[in-house]
């Protein structure tokens, strides 16, 4: 036991190895990320709700919130998937097709999330004859919560880890030290002995959780709380997404499969966040210049 204790001293970042199942009902296994998942569409549900509520120039209703958190979750679901494996697992889908419906293995890409948002939200602005900006202007401020609950995920399972660091809040990723899921033990007492130190990596999920996630909401909760010109929500949306997750591609560790594009700092995170800004830029620039003081009413 006491050499337990000062193996315990050595080790000098935090070890996160967290167990991927959050509760086991008989032979059903709910995980931490569906759980997330989960957390994120009741936000945006309650959030969704209350602005409904307080903010009756938008004129939206109650059914209308369930209604568009319906098509985007088939939006997320689904675009997100099809997005991993196109921007991100391009080669295994050519090799093996069917891997695009092993969502159980891992793999969500937010750009093809927010493709296959847009695509829902322009189906439900056509069932409900409502203008596409009508729509996305009011889903745009309730997304980032959900982001945040989505990174925390990412976190707990310890996936898509920051690069090495030694700053004093580092933490080592179980999954990115080469040890297998069979030798815990072997991996527990590597940690505590300090031989795991040099693994040390930035939090990166944690930076995107209070960036794309907390920060972005109170911006964008903020900046909606009064009419706005037709657009500006969303474009808002478009730009500090994109500048966030750009700031965080710099401590994101690129997937090993894919590593720099260009120049050892160009990241397909920071490829796709790019086109982003500009967007939002281009349509924050619309709004106003246009002069369409219009609300989603």
């Known amino acids: 036991m006491q050499v337990n204790q000062e193996l315990w001293v050595q080790a000098k970042f935090p070890l996160i ?3 991927p199942i959050a509760v086991s009902i008989g032979p059903l296994d709910i995980h931490w990320y569906g759980v997330m998942y989960l957390l994120a569409f009741l936000a945006f549900w309650g959030l969704g709700n209350r602005v409904a509520k307080k903010r009756s120039w938008w004129g939206w209703s109650q ?3 369930s209604d568009v958190l319906f098509y985007g979750m088939l939006g997320v679901i689904l675009g997100g998937r099809v997005g991993y494996m196109l921007f991100y697992g391009f080669d295994l889908l050519l090799q093996k097709p069917l891997s695009l419906f092993k969502v159980w293995d891992g793999g969500m890409s937010f750009h093809g999330g ?3 948002v847009i695509i829902a939200m322009a189906w439900f602005a056509r069932r409900k004859q409502r203008s596409f900006w009508e729509v996305s202007d009011f889903v745009a401020p309730l997304v ?3 982001l945040a609950f989505g990174r925390l995920g990412n976190f707990i399972g310890g996936e898509l880890w920051g690069r090495l660091s030694d700053v004093p809040w580092a933490m080592i990723f ?3 030290t080469g040890f297998r899921a069979a030798d815990s033990a ?3 007492e590597a940690w505590r002995a300090g031989e795991l130190d040099h693994l040390a990596r930035h939090p990166s999920q944690l930076y995107q959780a209070g960036l794309e996630g907390l920060a972005l909401f109170v911006i964008l909760m903020w900046y909606a709380a009064k009419p706005r010109p037709r657009s500006a929500v969303s474009g808002l949306f478009l730009f500090g997404y994109g500048i966030f997750r750009l700031i965080v591609e710099f401590f994101r560790q690129p997937d090993d499969h894919l590593g720099f ?5 160009l990241t397909m995170g920071m490829l796709l966040s790019m086109p982003m800004i500009a967007a939002g830029a281009v349509l924050v620039l619309y709004a106003y210049r246009s002069d369409q003081h219009e609300t989603a009413g």
């Open 174 to 176: 179980a999954k990115s």
């Open 186 to 188: 072997a991996l527990l």
């Open 144 to 146: 980032p919560l959900g």
């Open 114 to 116: 927010l493709a296959g």
């Open 63 to 65: 059914q209308d919130v």
């Open 17 to 19: 190895n967290f167990d």
């Open 261 to 265: 594009l260009a120049m050892q700092w």
